[in-house]
């Protein structure tokens, strides 16, 4: 199936893939890693727009994680064409109570097809808003290091504000990440708003006028 990806690889040269698929190997989540690639071949085969987040994401940007998922990014139209093929394709699929993923299960590893998050539908913009990266020598779509971290900080609620799980990718990935965009699409929340100033205390963030944003194919 790896070779229905084949295409995405010309589009950008692999920046330090090697260091990637290491950090990868090292959490021992090389099934994990297998069951992605085997999710990215059927929505590729079957033509279906997606784009790799969550915790892979940061990998394949070359940062750190301190979670460990499998989530793409798929339109809601799109969600019963998913499903469809990936359960022709040998996977279980689930439609949760919640209403903003549905997950497929590779014997057993959970695979998140989230086509609403943060309360925001997944768009056209959502997929131009993407690098193509390499994961274990597939290049496939990853949403941008900024997209990450906004999703990141708008996830933090009452109920969740878990700042140690958002530390670990805004200090690996902060020279690609576009600290202006985050402030401005996260400033409706006091939680994001509080998690920057702790990354200002703690010396992360930029300092004004330095060059920021730069996602380097």
């Known amino acids: 199936m790896a070779d229905h990806l084949a295409g995405y690889g010309t589009l950008f040269p692999p920046p330090p893939s090697r260091r990637r698929e290491n950090q990868m190997a090292e959490r021992g989540d090389e099934t994990l890693v297998h069951t992605l690639k085997k999710v990215a071949a059927v929505l590729k085969q079957s033509e279906i727009p997606f784009a790799l987040g969550g915790s892979f994401a940061v ?16 339109r809601e139209q799109d969600v019963d ?15 949760p109570p919640e209403d903003w993923l549905v997950k497929v299960y590779d014997e057993g ?32 779509p990853v949403l941008s290091a900024t997209q990450l971290m906004v999703h990141k ?4 609620s009452q109920h969740y504000c878990d700042f140690a799980r958002a530390l ?24 994001a708003e509080a998690f920057l100033v702790l990354l200002d205390r703690l010396d992360v963030l930029p300092q004004a006028g330095a060059s920021e944003g730069r996602e380097t194919p």
Do not use: C, N
Not at 64 to 73: G, I
Not at 83 to 95: D, H, N, P, Q, Y
């Open 59 to 74: 990998y394949a940007h070359g940062g750190h994680s301190s979670e460990h998922d499998v989530d793409f990014l798929i």
């Open 168 to 191: 670990p990718l805004a200090r690996s990935l902060r020279e690609q990440i576009d600290w202006e965009r985050v402030r401005k699409e996260t400033q409706h929340s006091p939680y």
């Open 109 to 140: 590893r959970m695979v998140d097809l989230i086509h609403r998050p943060i309360e925001t539908p997944v768009t056209e913009e959502t997929f131009a808003d993407t690098i193509v990266r390499p994961v274990d020598a597939i290049h496939m």
């Open 81 to 95: 064409r998913a499903l469809e093929a990936l359960v022709e394709a040998g996977f279980t699929a689930e439609r």
């Open 153 to 156: 900080l708008l996830s933090f």
